[in-house]
């Protein structure tokens, strides 16, 4: 990459309104310091309290998604593969984008899960949230299925999502959480 | 028995448990990617608790944020409450938040409806 590349792509960032941009691996001690600099940019841009929690909690289960899951067959794949993470302005809110690369086999039931959750109305995605709560189970990485549930009751709008094939094993997975005030 | 003091952290919240007056606080965050491990202590605690001479428990969240893999241990913690309510202790919850924060209240509510410990909701204009 030359250095008038690295210019386009960082204009091309600013031109999206994004307030942070990441690519790489997601640790835990990251995962908190990204959570800092969010906080401080909502502070420094005066946002509403209610948009500033808003944009933290789902920015927290997106997160924590991308550094439970993001963890696929590594015998199959060498490298971990990295994650991609945008936190972006947009005309009445926040967009909080992310990426990660997923099994080919996830890619269907990833999918079902999601376009459900879309087809709920608010008070049957409170139930399936109620119920999943209380379902007694627990992933041994700690994630107990909540997360995207609990992205689009606080998000209040449908999840955007998508996948792109990445080679024969493994397709790369992305999110749009829309904030609105 | 001993009190449980664990300090807060960027992601973990500051627990205050008080045996001699019998005053339980969990305050702060808590939205740590494991939350299993953080609040096995805490549950530990609780089970000695209910086999002490104790025998009015009050439980203060004042929680700023939570994550979901916090919100399936909160529920331990609480269903913990629920055994010692059931050994005859009296046992109450009190779920303090922000009064513009419709979210924690409405997760408040929530919890009150799947436990069966008094769980009080109180507003307070900061925590």
Known sequence: MDKSHL???????????VVLSFKGDLTSDLLTSILHVIEQKLDRYNEPT???????????????????????????IKDKPSVI???????NGYNILTGNVIAKESVKLLSERLTNINRLTKEELKQLYLETLTDGKRSSKGGGGLGFLEIA????????????????????FSLNVKITQ | MENLIIKGEAKTPTIDFNYSNGELVISGRSIPENSIEFYKPIIEWLESLKVSDKDKIVLDIKLEYFNTSSSKCILDVFKKLEEIKGVGKDASIRWYYESDD???EEAGQDFSAIIKVPLELIT???L
């Open chain 2, 124 to 126: 307070v204009e900061e």
């Open chain 1, 153 to 172: 009751r606080k998000s209040k709008q449908k999840l955007e999502f998508g996948f792109v094939p990445n080679n024969d094993k493994t397709s790369f």
């Open chain 2, 102 to 104: 419709e979210d924690m």
């Open chain 1, 7 to 17: 210019f386009e792509v960082y204009e091309d960032l600013d031109k999206r309104n």
């Open chain 1, 50 to 76: 209610p948009v500033k929690r808003k944009v933290f909690n789902v920015l927290v289960e997106c997160l924590q998604n991308l550094y439970l899951h993001s963890n696929i067959n590594e015998q199959e």
């Open chain 1, 85 to 91: 993470v945008m936190v972006a302005k947009s005309d």
